[in-house]
């Protein structure tokens, strides 16, 4: 696979043998998976647009045997108080659970009535495949039975209950898929704006287009959830795409509520639930037990889509999940924050009580450069409280809080805020909300302020000779500029003879916005065929007086104009028995300076009289040709041949041959 900057995946696209799929992760960039040669991979990696190329490798779906967890991790406490993860008056599903998987079976009772839209990117084989995305392995169905099978008195109960499955099959019947269709299936998922997005696979290494599509779909606000691996016993051996930092790594644990000897473990595992001897969906309507980080994933993510159900954003999702974490006394390279506890996460009674409060940033945007005066804009909600009723401050740095007023236009709480008063560079903006009943909630960014005013630059300057009739030097001057503020005024252009130093010619060009090119001509009188070398100096200018500069060099060329010659001439006469004269002449002529013009000829007699002759129009820096003469009752006589050849400049040339008839 080949990673490209953003916008420029043609390049890629150009050197591929065959495109399998092209991934598109906006500002980050963008993948092209397929075929290349060695090639034209050694090609790419030294293109400037490529960011990285890297083979398609493939991830497996992590299950040793394959497992009970909904009751170690309190989720039927909050089943009892409504909480299920959709809407709770009509019974329609209120979160969107991805399940990126071999697919899930499309017929099973437990969970047919929770199932939204699939998509596969691996295609369902076999005769039991009613669409595309059906399972035909059975990993993903039991996956999807831990996150969300429906609470209908037969089979199994799942942590949420009434969330919307959807099916994205990205491994095939042998639990294995590509990681480019990982990546897409990851995409897809940002793209349709669900919550959770839940792998139950990995691989040993890791891949920068499936950490793209992660980083991608975060930023669309889905919550990732990635089973950390089946490795252990080992330590910092968390597989991927578990070990990305968007990505919420989970281990598992047993009925003792000891770490599996299976699972992986690392600085990056976040949180642990149950994974050991699991009964779940399976495929043909059926049931399992299975054991493996895979199972411990879905724990997890059906107590996200729980808690989004509710309001909170992925970040805040994630966060809340973590902080009521149950310290089981494990470490945290094992557990990260402790035992998965959906009802500590919901609140402790299930959404019977007062939940907290949500609250982001909407401007600025985490990682945006600002200056001047901005308007900062916070998005604070609670499910007990009116919008316009919470507490919503922010501060800088930690300094004092700035308070905030709700819009109702805008629906968001908003100030405005100076940033001249800040030095420029990073700075944190951390937003609170508090809602009535005292709970609390904070959401923190990083902004640039930038309010040091840049000066312009001279991008591109050259200056090219320009041949005229008259007698001056004449030059075209290509010029270039930007201003990364915004605020072109002019460019000035002067040329300098280099010999005395004296300006021949100068000119000014008005200017505004951010980038300016043009064509600019400067003349120096008389210099024509000097051959005289001049400099060309370009100073641009912004609104607040900043300049940036250039210069370039170029010369006139010296007059060496050529008069043309006679490379070959020879006159005959055919002496024919009659008293005429046939005379023949044959000519090749030539011009340094390529500009032939004219090849005249004429025949006089004795007395200098013309008798005959022939005009030829030529051009470029050789010609031939020949012309030939009849002239009557010339008997005897001699005649003069006198050939003469012109170019354009009126410079010519003559030769005169003599012939007797």
């Not at 709700?406 to 420029?424: I, K, P, R």
Request: with cysteine; net charge negative.
């Amino acid at each position: 696979m080949v990673g490209t900057n953003r916008g420029r995946a043609d390049v890629a696209k150009r050197r591929a043998e065959s495109v399998h799929r092209v991934l598109d992760f906006d500002d980050i960039g963008q993948a092209v998976a397929g075929q290349f040669s060695e090639q034209a991979l050694e090609a790419l990696e030294q293109n400037p647009n490529v960011r990285y190329t890297e083979a398609d490798g493939t991830m497996e779906a992590l299950a040793q045997t394959l497992p009970w967890g909904v009751d170690r991790v309190d989720a039927e406490t909050v089943h009892a108080n409504g909480e299920t993860g959709g809407d709770n008056s009509d019974g329609a599903g209120g979160a969107d659970i991805a399940i990126l998987d071999t697919g899930i079976d499309s017929d099973h009772p437990d969970l047919q009535a929770n199932l939204g839209t699939g998509r596969a990117f691996v295609e369902c084989t076999g005769g039991s495949c009613n669409t595309t995305w059906d399972d035909d392995d059975g990993h993903g169905t039991h996956c999807a039975g831990i996150a969300d099978a429906r609470d209908n008195s037969e089979g199994v109960v799942g942590v949420s209950t009434n969330a919307t499955l959807h099916a994205v099959k990205v491994l095939d019947n042998r639990g294995s898929g590509t990681f480019s269709d990982v990546a897409a299936g990851i995409e897809w998922v940002a793209d349709q704006g669900y919550d959770v997005g839940s792998m139950s696979l990995g691989a040993s290494s890791g891949s920068q287009t499936v950490r793209d599509a992660c980083q991608y779909a975060v930023d669309n606000g889905v919550l990732l959830v990635a089973s950390a691996g089946n490795s252990g016993p080992c330590s910092d051996c968390v597989g991927y795409p578990a070990a990305y930092s968007t990505v919420v790594a989970v281990s598992a644990t047993n009925q003792d509520d000891a770490l599996a000897d299976y699972s992986s473990t690392g600085p990056e595992v976040e949180i642990t639930a149950p994974g050991s001897s699991i009964y779940s969906t399976y495929v043909d309507g059926a049931y399992e037990t299975l054991s493996g980080t895979s199972m411990s994933c879905p724990h997890v993510s059906g107590a996200a889509g729980q808690l989004m159900d509710n309001g909170y954003s992925n970040t805040e999702a994630r966060t809340q999940l973590t902080d009521t974490a149950e310290d089981i006394g494990l470490g945290s390279n094992e557990s990260g924050s402790g035992l998965l506890d959906v009802e500590a996460a919901l609140g402790g009674s299930g959404g019977g009580g007062d939940t907290v409060p949500s609250v982001s940033w909407v401007n600025p945007s985490d990682g945006e450069t600002v200056s001047g005066t901005v308007t900062v804009q916070i998005d604070a909600s609670d499910s007990e409280d009116s919008d316009d009723s919470l507490d919503v401050t922010y501060s800088v740095d930690g300094g004092s809080s700035r308070s905030t007023t709700y819009n109702s236009t805008s629906g968001y709480y908003e100030d405005s805020l100076d940033t001249t008063g800040f030095a420029d560079g990073d700075h944190t903006f951390e937003a609170s909300v508090t809602d009535s009943a005292g709970n609390t909630s904070s959401a923190s960014i990083t902004v640039t302020m930038d309010n040091a005013e840049s000066a312009p630059t001279v991008d591109g300057l050259s200056a090219t000779e320009v041949e005229t009739g008259d007698s001056d030097a004449e030059f075209d001057v290509d010029w270039g500029v930007s201003d990364a503020d915004g605020d072109l005024s002019s460019v000035d252009l002067v040329l300098t003879q280099d010999s005395d130093g004296s300006t021949e010619d100068s000119a000014t060009v008005n200017l505004s916005g951010d980038i300016a090119s043009g064509t600019t001509r400067l003349v120096a009188a008389g210099d024509d065929g000097s051959g005289n070398s001049y400099t060309v100096d370009a100073t641009v200018t912004d609104s607040s007086g900043n300049t940036g500069s250039g210069s370039t060099s170029t010369s006139e060329t010296e007059d060496t104009a050529s008069a043309p010659t006679v490379d070959s001439y020879t006159v005959t006469e055919a002496g024919s028995p009659n008293p005429h004269a046939e005379i023949t002449a044959d000519w090749s002529v030539d011009d340094a300076d390529s500009d032939l013009d004219t090849v005249a000829l004429e025949v006089t007699d004795s007395s200098g009289s013309v008798v005959d002759s022939a005009t030829n129009d030529v051009t470029g820096s050789t010609a031939t040709g020949t012309d030939q003469f009849k002239i009557k009752q010339a008997d005897g006589q001699t005649f003069d041949v006198v050939l003469t050849v012109t170019d354009a400049a009126g410079q010519s040339t003559s030769e005169t041959r003599t012939v007797t008839e």
